[in-house]
């Protein structure tokens, strides 16, 4: 499970910067050798590196290379090491619910007017903070479900 949702969240950011610099290759040249810029590509970019940035946030969380003070980490024992990663992922999932549930209220407020570059209405470019709270309230429960079955397997020993 966790390596498909790896793999899911790994092609999402992927696509998201190919997207960027699709884009914004497109547009430079565009602008440049013809003299004709494009003007909702700048949207277009900021938005796909807005949906890159929610899914990279689940995918750094889940495989545990976000900026950390690992200093302070190795400080501790092990057993109070593992319940500080315990709490982190447990807040992580508040924050996700939270960010999910804070979006979706955004999204419905605001989510009708469109936008200039591109006159599509905001809700698809808003609906990325409610889909990157759902990823990494997914990615806090399964960070959540490997410590459990890691205390389970330390007990079984």
């Known amino acids: 499970m966790k390596r498909l949702y790896k793999n899911t969240l790994t092609m999402l950011t992927g696509t998201s910067l190919f997207v960027i610099f699709g884009v914004v290759l497109v547009s430079s040249l565009s602008r440049y050798l013809f003299n004709s810029p494009i003007q909702w590509s700048e949207e277009v970019a900021k938005y796909a590196m807005i949906y890159g940035t929610m899914f990279g946030m689940a995918l750094c969380y889940l495989e545990g290379i976000h900026i950390r003070f690992t200093f302070l980490e190795d400080m501790v024992s092990a057993k109070i090491r593992h319940a500080l990663h315990f709490i982190s992922d447990v807040i992580a999932l508040v924050s996700g619910c939270v960010l999910t549930y804070s979006g979706y209220i955004f999204m419905m407020k605001r989510g009708a007017i469109q936008a200039p570059g591109t006159g599509i209405q905001m809700y698809y470019f808003q609906v990325a903070m409610v889909i990157g709270g759902a990823c990494l ?16 397997l330390e007990k079984g020993q």
């Open 137 to 152: 309230a997914i990615a806090a429960l399964i960070r959540l479900v490997e410590y459990f079955q890691s205390e389970k």
